[in-house]
Nanobody, 126 residues
Framework: QVQLVESGGGLVQSGGSLRLSCVVSGFTFNFNKYRMGWFRQAPGKEREFVAGINWSGTYTYYGDSVKGRFTIFRDNAKNLVALQMNSLKPEDTADYYC?????????????????WGQGTQVTVSS
């Protein structure tokens, strides 16, 4: 059974930083064969693409609202993908989810992901 476990969420003041982590486990799961993404969902809103990274970590993708502030990276030896979030704003407040994508679908589309974590909450106070 594949599990994605996020951690690192919390309450932070505007302008602050947080680092989210997502560790993947599963007997047959080959982390190197999955692209990974971070999404967020605020109450009453759709799940929004935040950042994505390819298999080797050489290519990264970001949503327009987080470009220049957030950085995604992965450590394949640890089955880990992380999201460094700097210069946080109140509008970044949401539940953040990591996802694993095995196919060639659009990394920015949540519907193509194979696995999801349970989410971690981020609250940015003004």
């Amino acid at each position: 059974q594949v599990q994605l476990v996020e951690s690192g969420g919390g309450l932070v003041q505007s302008g602050g930083s947080l680092r989210l982590s997502c560790v993947v486990s599963g007997f047959t799961f080959n982390f190197n064969k999955y692209r990974m993404g971070w999404f967020r969902q605020a109450p009453g809103k759709e799940r929004e693409f935040v950042a994505g990274i390819n298999w080797s970590g050489t290519y990264t993708y970001y949503g327009d609202s987080v470009k220049g502030r957030f950085t995604i990276f992965r450590d394949n030896a640890k089955n880990l993908v992380a999201l460094q979030m700097n210069s946080l704003k109140p509008e970044d407040t949401a539940d953040y989810y990591c996802g694993a994508l095995s196919g060639l679908g659009n990394i920015k589309s949540p519907s193509v992901y194979d696995y999801w974590g349970q989410g971690t909450q981020v609250t940015v106070s003004s």
